[in-house]
């Protein structure tokens, strides 16, 4: 792994560790009945999705579309996890960037069910089983995180995505943070909104409680799965900010820095005073979703 790669001081054991129940959660854990429906729901409705991705590419654009976004929102209800959608994206018409904070694997069928668009993630991601056919079939960006000379050429995908009208999603603080803190919005992808002229909207997604989605470090994608299903209640906050104009910052790393500002503004949870108040020393190696600066 290159040492360049962003890297959060998150880990399973400490941030994404399941509630251990007692006086202070009393009902957080879900039945392990419940908790296998779920679990056998969520990855029915990603499969139901791998079926039908032929027959939904015959139809007109606005109905596949319609189909996709109603698709995702199953997937993530299957799982038991809440969605509580703030602002309106009624206005996010034409090029967008869209940059989220990142917590988890369930921010990106989050945030494509409400804002489409192109997305931007590792090149691992299309040698995963089923969900790396999917993210392929709905026209995801890969990059390759070890190769920084390939970084300028996902740049200018981007841009031309962007300069066609289309609407690129990415995370742009290159790692997946617990929820409670959160790493610094790295540039790179920033220049594809002044290179092409588009603004970018700003999202937040919040998490509760947080430890269960928080996808962190080397946590195991099936850990992950299990925490998230045996939960007896997981609500996800989605809120779409304000769009910022592209035009009014000289460069990428000012434009970053208002986008982060943005999501940070919007936050009603403080970081807590841990770690995560620090940069991590940690090896890239132990970081989980990153994208490259």
């Known amino acids: 792994m290159s040492p360049w790669l962003p890297t959060a001081p998150c880990t399973p054991g400490h941030c994404a560790a399941h509630p251990s129940g007692g006086r202070d959660h009393p009902t957080e854990r879900a039945g392990a009945v419940l908790a296998v429906a779920r679990l056998t729901a969520g990855i029915g409705a990603v499969l139901l999705g791998v079926l039908l991705a032929p027959a939904a590419g015959l139809l007109p654009a606005p109905a596949r579309l319609a189909l996709v ?30 940059v989220a904070n990142h917590v988890s694997w369930l921010d990106i069928p989050l945030v494509a069910a409400v804002l489409p668009g192109r997305m931007v993630a590792k090149a691992e991601v299309r040698r995963w089983p089923v969900l790396g056919t999917l993210a392929a079939l709905g026209g995801t960006l890969f990059i390759d995180r070890d190769r920084l000379r390939a970084l300028p050429g996902t740049v200018r995908a981007m841009t031309g995505v962007l300069a066609g009208g289309g609407r690129v999603v990415v995370f ?3 790692s997946t943070w617990c929820g409670r803190a959160r790493g610094r919005f790295r ?68 434009l970053a820095a208002a986008a982060q500002r943005a999501v940070a503004r919007d936050s009603a949870n403080l970081p807590s005073p841990s770690v995560h108040q620090r940069a991590s020393s940690r090896s890239a190696a132990s970081s989980s979703f990153r994208t490259p600066a």
């Open 69 to 98: 976004r109603s698709w995702l929102r199953a997937v993530v209800r299957a799982f038991g996890v809440r969605v509580r959608y703030e602002g309106s994206a009624a206005g996010a018409d034409g090029p967008l960037l869209v």
């Open 187 to 254: 540039p790179a992808a920033f220049q594809a909104a002044l290179d092409s002229g588009c603004a970018v909207l700003p999202v937040r997604i919040d998490y509760r409680p947080t430890d269960a989605a928080a996808y962190v470090a080397d946590d195991p994608l099936g850990a992950s799965l299990w925490r998230v299903v045996s939960t007896r209640r997981i609500v996800a906050d989605i809120r779409i900010l304000d769009p910022i104009s592209s035009i009014q910052y000289p460069d990428r790393r000012a």
């Open 172 to 174: 742009p603080e290159g």
